[in-house]
């Protein structure tokens, strides 16, 4: 502003940036050199150019501001902004007002004083600084304003919350909602305060903002932390206690054993004698990350690409080093190509590493004995998780080191995603991870967060390159090399690795050149002793990692020689002490190229059968249930030992399944379906079809639901042509369950009638199981109810005679009951149904029950209760794969919340109803668009209920839906009558009735159209 008047004209993008610049970088003493100015601005174009173009834009800026000359000094070499009273800048006084809030030493600010700054502060800040110019020079100033702006306004809804003005709390945490939608805490902050105000369903509507608002622009679910404040809205009492979030909940000591000080032996965080030589560029840059963390409010990720070798890892090494040095705590993480099957396996081994024992103890409930873990979720291990390491983060910073995450599994990323987020906010947690440049495109999850990174200008790249020559050189010579020539690089091409390797091949007079890194290493291990080579391909065969129990036990070897060849190989570097595994210390290879190295020097059907005894071996002290069964099925698929891989990747899908890693299960099962046609018939039908199920209940993309369908009807057509009873009732239960998923109910009826025929002739546990499935099915479906309930009843006796449950038949005769219009017996069904599946860890059948419960509450006038029923559907579906059911649940949501006419709820329900569309999901969509269309219809909105019922009754004849038909139906005809158009309404009445002539319909359907009749026909029902 100038002199009070608003400067305007200023539309260019160009000359906006300009001016900023100017501004941005105004000083008495320091003009701006316009040569510099202009390579800023123009960095793509030539000195000459990129100063004419800046002659001409200042030319522009006198045009537009005439009294610009007031406080723009333009010399021949310098520009300087002149700031004085005529001129008023937001930025300076956003700054001035920052500035009046942080005391000087000796001279505290009076805490109203400090508060009327921050509030002057915060309403000066609308958003990102100048949010339509892309150039790296601004994105310093703009990302500090906007920090600035989030750090006051989270003060101002700490202060205003404990003074007990609620208002202004909720209207600051509005604000900071606003400028960062993806910050979680405002979400927390409305949340607690809505909720402290009795304000319980305004509190749920954010949480359903939040969790929208992170699904669609980062891909992720709130944090388990938000989820808890969720849970604890869900059972508020009238007058509730006080609710905490991220920022304020209380958290006790760590329990964990002693770490400092963080030794790095104890922490098995890589260390190597040799001094960092060459890369003083990118240590330079590490060094200003680091700087960067400890001032900033929102560190960024430190990310390392380069080649193999390249030493990423001693980078790593130096870094941790620093922070152990400084008093931090280092968590030390890698990933190897061997395990992108193990679900969160290197926090597993990050864990055990440091001995959290409390933390240990809680993950083998929840991990390594999933079974046991009756309320099993992503959210809970994630939650405590994170609580651990924001307990460290209390006594000294964090700093977690992930090397080769191009080698992490989906759920090990999930966690990282989570974990970098939830902690963006948080001084004292630093990440630094490391990847081969060329494989990071490969593993999607770790791709896509680097993506999101990217977007949110939150990480930091160095990109490592080869040595020079001195440096290759000097690091030649700091490991005894004394020749002062060109092979040492011409050989290595600058390769650190590379070069140590050459080094060590020359000190034992193997002076030819070499072809490849891998022929140099295995030229060091035939130097070994013969104990050492015998044992090599047994380790290189196990993985990146060991023990010697392990290794004695599948090498077969006396442990006391074994330990003495294990010493030669940690003398030579071929090895190196790693984390302690079940109380045993481990052994990790020094890099995995050493470990490729001595695999490969072996021949394939030698590999094979190491592989294949080590299977065998672990099979023996393995479970089904246990992470080792991962390591069972990976050596028996490389050992092509069929029978074995098959039924162990089975086992291993399955265990996968029950603790959300849906990507790592149909890998695993799609790996042991390559070994079923090798197998006898009989074990063949067996295991192929309980893979195909396995990869059902992973989730199925459209375009492959069609060969996974054709490929389960063959196997079930050979079953039974063989007998295989439980086989053919298996292969059903996944066709059923297929097509379900993708709305092919005509289908689903008639496999599950066929299974109930199929089901009679096996045992009496499979009969049980498959009369109960089919009666579900129909009874959910809302076809032949008849028979459904007398298969359900059918299977109930079975079951108490063999006392033991089914979920279905809580389930399927809840269904029963809600078509037959009692309402209160189906209730009470479907959530015996739900907590049956929250005990069995069966997440599909938890969707099930917990979307009929929905849909109960919303057919009988209950909103309120079906939003908490929705808001736990939402919980769920949410920890699935890529199927319906989140869609649905979000859905249902939506047309709870227009039903009570919140706020915005409109525009949710418009973008559920496209959702379902894209998904081609008619059966949702006609329950949908008959709810909305039955509530406009209340509100005396016609013409809406109107198109809404004609979309509802078109999807509902598509699906041959009889029930959804005639509610869809029911709606416009009262429609008509509503305008006056009776005419219309008969006709449409007696065309309703005629598609419905010889359907059974629910009870709600059947009132509907005795309340028709009654309605259009007065006279006949008086």
């Not at 200003?288 to 409010?297: E, F, K, P, T």
Request: some cysteine; glycine content about 4%; proline content about 5%.
């Amino acid at each position: 502003m100038s002199d009070g008047r608003s400067i305007t004209g200023v539309n260019s993008e160009r000359l906006q940036a300009l001016l900023a610049f100017i501004v941005l970088h105004r000083d008495r003493d320091t003009p701006q050199l316009r040569q510099q100015l202009a390579v800023h601005l123009w960095p793509d174009a030539t000195d000459t150019d990129a100063k004419a173009n800046l002659r001409r834009r200042l030319h522009e800026l006198k045009q537009l501001i005439p009294e610009i000359d007031r406080w723009l000094r333009v010399e021949p070499k310098t520009i300087q902004w002149i700031q004085d009273e005529s001129c008023w800048l937001d930025v300076a006084e956003f700054k001035a007002a920052i500035a009046a809030t942080i005391p000087l030493p000796q001279t505290p600010t009076p805490l109203y004083s400090s508060i009327q700054a921050l509030e002057q502060a915060v309403n000066l800040y609308q958003g990102d600084l100048l949010p339509s110019c892309y150039d790296d020079w601004i994105e310093p100033y703009r990302e500090q304003l906007r920090q600035q702006a989030i750090a006051g306004l989270d003060t101002l809804v700490t202060t205003f919350t404990t003074q007990g003005d609620n208002r202004s709390a909720i209207r600051y945490a509005q604000h900071l909602q606003r400028i960062d939608p993806l910050y979680e805490p405002a979400y927390c902050h409305l949340m607690r305060l809505h909720a402290q105000a009795g304000d319980r369903a305004s509190a749920l509507r954010v949480y359903h903002q939040c969790m929208t608002t992170l699904q669609a622009e980062l891909g992720v679910n709130p944090s388990p932390t938000t989820g808890k404040l969720y849970q604890d809205l869900l059972t508020l009492d009238d007058d509730p206690p006080p609710l905490t979030c991220a920022a304020s909940a209380p958290i006790q000591a760590p329990a964990v054993s002693p770490l400092l000080p963080l030794a790095p032996s104890s922490l098995a965080v890589p260390t190597t004698e040799l001094p960092l030589i060459g890369r003083e560029t990118e240590w330079a840059a590490i060094q200003v990350w680091r700087s960067h963390c400890r001032s900033q409010h929102q560190p960024d990720l430190l990310w390392l690409l380069g080649e193999p070798g390249i030493g990423k890892t001693r980078l790593l090494e130096e870094l941790a080093k620093t922070v152990q040095s400084s008093g931090g705590y280092v968590l030390w993480g890698k990933g190897f190509e061997a395990e992108m099957l193990r679900p969160y396996g290197v926090w597993v081994d990050i864990f055990q590493a440091i001995g959290a024992t409390k933390f240990l103890d809680e993950l083998k409930s929840l991990v390594l004995h999933a079974e046991s873990a009756a309320t099993l979720n992503r959210g809970r291990l994630f939650d405590l998780a994170a609580q651990f390491i924001s307990q460290l983060a209390e006594t000294a910073p964090v700093l977690i080191v992930l090397d080769d995450i191009q080698w992490l599994d989906e759920t090990s990323i999930a966690f990282l995603h989570y974990a970098v987020r939830l902690f963006s906010q948080q001084k004292s947690v630093w990440f630094a991870c490391a990847a081969r440049k060329r494989e990071i495109e490969v593993n999607l999850a770790a791709d896509k967060l680097i993506q999101a990174l990217h977007r949110e200008h939150r990480i930091r790249t160095v990109e490592l390159t080869p040595l020079d020559r001195p440096q290759t050189l000097a690091l030649a010579q700091a490991v005894g090399y004394t020749a002062d020539d060109d092979r040492i690089f011409a050989n290595s091409g600058g390769n650190p690795l590379f070069a140590l390797e050459i080094v060590r091949a020359h000190a034992q007079s193997d002076r030819s050149a070499p072809d490849t890194l891998e022929k140099l290493i295995q030229g060091r291990l035939r130097q070994l002793d013969e104990p050492a080579r015998e044992l090599m391909p047994w380790m290189a065969a196990l993985g990146h990692s060991f023990n010697p129990t392990t290794l004695a036990k599948v090498a077969d070897y006396p442990l006391p020689r074994l330990l003495s060849a294990i010493d030669q190989l940690e003398r030579h570097g071929i090895i190196r002490p790693g984390s302690a595994m079940a109380g045993e210390l481990s052994y990790n290879f020094a890099h995995d190229i050493v470990r490729q190295a001595a695999y490969e020097q072996f021949s394939v059907p030698r590999r094979r059968l190491m592989h294949t005894h080590i299977a065998q071996t672990l099979q023996a002290i393995a479970t089904p249930t246990s992470p080792m069964i991962s390591d069972v099925a990976h050596h028996a698929d490389l050992g092509s030992d069929h029978q074995l891989a098959a039924t162990a990747c089975w086992m291993a899908a399955e265990r996968c399944l029950r603790v959300f890693a849906y990507a790592e299960a149909a890998e695993l099962a799609q790996r042991g379906i390559r070994h079923c046609p090798y197998l006898g018939t009989a074990d063949r039908i067996h295991l192929h079809l309980n893979l195909l199920k396995a990869c059902v209940k992973a989730g199925v993309p459209k375009p492959q639901a069609n060969a996974l369908k054709q490929a389960l009807q063959t196997l079930i057509q050979e079953a039974a042509v063989l007998g295989l009873k439980e086989d053919e009732s298996t292969g059903l239960e996944a066709l059923i369950v297929l097509n379900y998923d993708h709305g092919n109910l005509s289908e689903v009826q008639q496999y599950s009638l066929r299974a109930a025929e199929r089901g009679r002739t096996a045992s009496p546990a499979t009969t049980m199981y498959m009369l109960a499935h089919t009666g579900s099915c129909l009874a959910e479906i809302g076809r032949d109810m008849i028979r459904a309930e007398s298969l359900l009843l059918e299977a109930q006796s079975i079951s108490d005679r063999l006392s033991i449950p089914a979920i279905d038949i809580p389930f399927g005769l809840g269904c029963v009951r809600r078509f037959q219009g009692q309402i209160d017996e189906a209730r009470s069904l479907l959530r015996q149904g739900w907590q049956m599946a929250q005990m069995a860890q069966d997440h599909w059948r938890e969707c099930l029950c917990l979307t009929n419960l929905v849909m109960l509450e919303l057919e009988t006038g209950n909103p309120t209760t079906a939003l908490n029923e929705g808001n736990e559907l939402i919980h769920v579906s949410a920890q699935m794969g890529g199927g319906s059911e989140a869609p649905h649940a979000a859905a249902l949501d939506a047309v709870t919340r227009y039903v009570l006419q919140e706020k915005n709820a409109a525009d949710s329900l418009l973008r559920s109803l496209q959702m379902l569309r894209q998904i081609d999901s008619p059966r949702m969509l006609a329950y949908m668009q008959t709810i909305a269309a039955q509530w406009d219809l209340t509100q005396g909105n016609g013409q809406q209920a109107v198109a809404r019922a004609e979309e509802a009754l078109a999807a509902a004849q598509l699906i041959n839906n009889p029930i959804a038909i005639a509610l869809a139906g029911s709606v416009i005809i009262q429609a008509n009558h509503q305008r006056g158009n009776l005419d219309c309404a008969q006709r449409h009445l007696a065309d309703l009735k005629t598609q419905l002539k010889d359907h059974t319909l629910s009870a709600q359907a059947q009132q509907r159209m005795i309340n028709l009749d009654v309605l259009l026909n007065p006279s006949i029902h008086p």
